[in-house]
């Protein structure tokens, strides 16, 4: 006879733990970037964690990782949980992580209760999430969900290594994991996941059900002027595109998110050429991150960034040139999936909100192929990509319980 399962949470802190002295830094942090030996060594941990258990290990062509614990309907695709474990340079020791390792203790919660499940279960660990050392990041996903990895074979990373060399060493540093096709059919996903802000925590709430991921679309910037000496020209003569650029900027900062709290609008990066402190620059680039959970109001923002930049520009007889660099749609979750989260939730008696992500997760490619979810649990001051990143200790427990119990109405429908 089965008993109730039930997460380990001792066992899942110290796996934590365990996992954080993977690529460790002295700050507290995690470096364990994708395709790297750190990154290989997590992957190593857990395929064996997998294997003593009794669990089989597959991998497909962009190293995406599973562990499957059968259900018992052999025709039913499986229900795939996880995240993945591949960080920042100077990451936290959650982001992803947390998410990986909650599923697996899902699974292990099934196996010490031997519990059946009609579909089986999967623990997946997505390849790249990050994308900070090969780009685009969510690779993994984005293979899984239907592009073409082949197009990344000679993507060079920041480091300089090549990802089809790097990618091929991180395979063949796994031989216990199966090679199987890179996509396969599925019931659905669900993942866990740190906050990456503030709400949940500032709101005291230990569990946000998340119902939609917004949209991303990033423009780079390039305003045109001329070069001048700095102490020889007067203002009636300047073509200064430093001028244009900070007032389009201080415009469109004025106007876009005070005027719509589900915008966002982030200025993360400023050239200016040539680059001399005596000089007005000849032209200074900067990038737009925008971001909506409307696919149209990501036009309109765009359109008023464009009408901005153009018309600042002009003012100081310069010109504006944009280009749209990247472009990702946002995605509705499941509503009855978020239904299944958001009934463990209650079944748990938890405090939680509804939320729309505002970073994007592999969970975004997943649900244009299948029923998925989220669940987020709150971290400190909403810190992520940082080292100072940290998840109370209750609060990672009680998010893998909502998972547990999620995972299980969704791997047995009723």
Known sequence: MSLTPRIDGDRLLGRLDAFAGIGATPAGGVNRQAFSV??????????????????????????????????????????????????????????GALGTLCAFEVL????????????????????????SRFAPGVMG???????????????????????AAELDATITALPEAALRPTGIPISGYIELHIEQGPSLEKEQLPIGVVTAV???????????????????????????????AIAAIHRLQTTIMPLDSSARLTVGRIAARPGSINAIPQSVAFTVDI???????????????????????????????????????????????????????????????QMISGAFHDAL???????????????????????????????????????????IMAASPR
């Open 38 to 95: 750190e990154d290989r060594r997590a992957r190593r941990l857990l395929a064996e964690l997998a294997l003593e258990r009794g669990f089989t290990v597959f991998q497909d062509g962009i190293a995406n990782l599973f562990i499957r614990r059968e259900g018992t309907d052999a025709t039913l695709p499986p229900l795939l949980i996880g995240s993945h474990l591949d960080s920042q340079p100077t990451g936290g020791r959650f982001d």
């Open 108 to 131: 292990e919660a099934l196996e010490d209760a031997q519990a059946e499940t009609r579909m089986p279960v999967e623990v997946v660990a997505w390849a790249n999430e990050e994308g």
């Open 141 to 163: 996903s984005m293979a899984f969900t239907g592009a073409d990895a082949a197009t990344w074979k000679s993507v060079v990373g920041a480091d300089g290594a090549l990802l």
């Open 214 to 244: 917004q949209g991303t679309r990033w423009l780079e910037v390039t305003t045109q002027g001329t070069a001048g000496h700095a102490g020889t020209t007067d203002l009636a003569y300047r073509r200064d595109p430093m001028v244009a």
């Open 365 to 407: 490619f997943l649900a244009r192929v299948a029923p998925a979810a989220m669940i987020f649990v709150p971290c400190r001051d909403g810190l992520s990509h940082n080292e100072a990143e940290y998840v109370e200790p209750d609060d990672a427990v009680i998010g893998a319980c909502v998972l547990l119990r999620t995972a």
């Open 291 to 353: 971001r909506h959970p409307l696919a149209e109001q990501l036009d309109v923002i765009e359109t008023e960034v464009r009408q901005v930049c153009a018309a600042e520009a002009e003012a100081q007889h310069c010109t504006a040139m944009i280009k749209r660099s990247f472009d990702m749609p946002g995605a509705a979750f499941s509503p009855d999936m978020v239904n299944l989260v958001e009934e463990a939730v209650n079944s748990l008696g938890l405090p939680h909100k």
